[in-house]
């Protein structure tokens, strides 16, 4: 029987009197590679956010809960210690910090060959990119790929994607579909924020939200047909503005 490690539990989180997130209760079990997808202004991205703690996102009503803890009043860095990551919609640039030192920063396993087998595993030669700087030389892809690799080698216990195919070509979106068996091989459980149906189909199970709340949960098939047939024609419109996504 699969456990709630993560428990987003009647969650409201407001910005400028409106709730992005609406009483919004969800249940992500250990282990496994989990959607929620729902169109733009959803809420999707503030939920990435509220889980991860970011700084504007803590004061939220009902509570975030992992491992039956209350994340209340917890900071970004303890919650990363304790094994949640999140993997950015567009990853941050370092200047001047190579490849290599970027994911042994956090890596359990602080070696060059650790760093070469999770960047092999994107599909980027350690012989090319170990000793590159984490800089604008790099295509957006690349460093996409190389944020989810040094996640990789944290081996953490939730990972969670914010578009996980924003702005790479299909190569690159084929291999982080690949490190999914990775991360859950490892025991982590995967939350991917999305509204593409190529990635909901990469799931195990699947949240689909509207206006901040939880419209319908379950098997990946019936939620794909549902939003296909139903969300994506839907004229209505959600939208926040860019400090509230």
Not at 68 to 94: D, H
């Amino acid at each position: 029987m699969s456990t709630g490690v993560l428990e987003v539990r009647n969650v409201t989180q407001r910005f400028d009197n409106r709730a992005i997130l609406n009483d919004l209760s969800l249940d992500f079990w250990g282990g496994h590679v989990h959607a929620v997808i729902g169109p733009n202004g959803a809420g999707k991205s503030t939920l990435a956010n509220t889980i991860m703690g970011l700084e504007g996102y803590t004061g939220h009503d009902g509570d975030i809960v992992l491992d039956g803890q209350s994340l209340k009043g917890v900071s970004i860095t303890e919650r990363a210690k304790r094994g949640i990551t999140l993997a950015w919609q567009e990853p941050a640039r370092f200047e001047g910090l190579s490849v290599q030192r970027f994911i042994t920063a956090g890596a359990k396993v602080k070696t060059a060959a650790r760093a070469g087998e999770v960047l092999s595993t994107f599909g980027l030669d350690p012989d090319r990119y170990l000793s590159r700087s984490v800089d604008k030389t790099l295509s957006g892809g690349e460093r996409k790929r190389i944020e989810l690799a040094s996640i990789l080698a944290m081996e953490p216990r939730i990972v969670i994607m914010d578009e996980p195919d924003s702005g790479i070509d299909v190569e690159a979106l084929q291999r982080i579909f690949a490190a999914l068996i990775q991360f859950k091989t490892s025991g982590a459980t995967v939350i991917m924020i999305t509204h593409s149906m190529a990635v909901l189909k990469q799931a195990d199970h699947a949240f689909l939200m509207c206006c901040g709340k939880l419209l319908d949960k379950g098997n990946v098939d019936r939620i794909a047909e549902y939003f296909g047939s139903k969300c994506l024609p839907c004229d209505h419109i959600n939208q926040p503005s860019a400090e509230e996504i």
